[in-house]
T-cell receptor, first 112, second 112 residues
Framework: LAKTTQPISMDSYEGQEVNITCSHN???????ITWYQQFPSQGPRFIIQGYKTKVTNEVASLFIPADRKSSTLSLPRVSLSDTAVYYC?????????????FGSGTRLLVRP | DSGVTQTPKHLITATGQRVTLRCSPRSGDLSVYWYQQSLDQGLQFLIQYYNGEERAKGNILERFSAQQFPDLHSELNLSSLELGDSALYFC???????????FGDGTRLSIL
């Protein structure tokens, strides 16, 4: 069964680049890797999704190595409003049974 | 605003009772997902429907059931409630099967 592992917390300062890595050792072959941001008392908010190599949108980049057993979310020049919990989400295929698995979340604190 | 509507926002009930949580997906989205978020378990995938059919199943208890109706809204039924069922329940929807998910703001269930 897939286990997704993320650092529990990270600290950064405004204007810095932040990289958060998720390890997913049994990701389903044909599934995407997706990252979400969550603020207190709100639902997770979609950030970025990718299958392999590198994906970039207006808010983040996602780096996925060839073996797809990990992924790195990169947030360029963070601001105070980026303080939140970040989750990776992957699909796991175990004995022909598919399920979605969220990482345990990384609490990012951005300081002035 | 994600476009996903969950009702009610809050629900307080007693052990042994049964409740129904409702989710209206974003316009045009065919897939609906249900998640449970508690402090000690994080975000746990419960079940996914795609265009009315069950698509994937997570660690959903036998006391819980869900369905997606022809108009694509979904309901999550929780019965024989226990104190440990107290949690935030999120619904998400996506246009494609296993595509980028957009989350509602959740239903906070409190069991007294």
């Amino acid at each position: 069964l897939a286990k997704t592992t993320q650092p529990i917390s990270m600290d950064s300062y405004e204007g810095q680049e932040v990289n958060i890595t998720c390890s997913h050792n049994n990701i389903a072959t044909n599934d995407y890797i997706t990252w979400y941001q969550q603020f207190p008392s709100q639902g997770p908010r979609f950030i970025i999704q990718g299958y392999k190599t590198k994906v970039t949108n207006e808010v983040a980049s996602l780096f996925i190595p060839a073996d797809r057993k990990s992924s790195t979310l990169s947030l360029p020049r963070v601001s105070l409003s980026d303080t939140a919990v970040y989750y990776c989400l992957v699909g796991d295929m175990w004995r022909s049974s598919y399920k979605l698995i969220f990482g345990s979340g990384t609490r990012l604190l951005v300081r002035p | 605003d994600s476009g996903v509507t969950q009702t009610p926002k809050h629900l307080i009930t007693a052990t042994g009772q049964r409740v129904t949580l409702r989710c209206s997906p974003r316009s045009g989205d065919l897939s609906v997902y249900w998640y449970q978020q508690s402090l000690d378990q994080g975000l746990q995938f419960l079940i996914q429907y795609y265009n009315g059919e069950e698509r994937a199943k997570g660690n959903i208890l036998e006391r819980f059931s869900a369905q997606q109706f022809p108009d694509l809204h979904s309901e999550l039924n929780l019965s024989s409630l226990e104190l440990g069922d107290s949690a935030l329940y999120f619904c998400a929807s996506s246009a494609e099967d296993r595509g980028a998910q957009h989350f509602g703001d959740g239903t906070r269930l409190s069991i007294l």
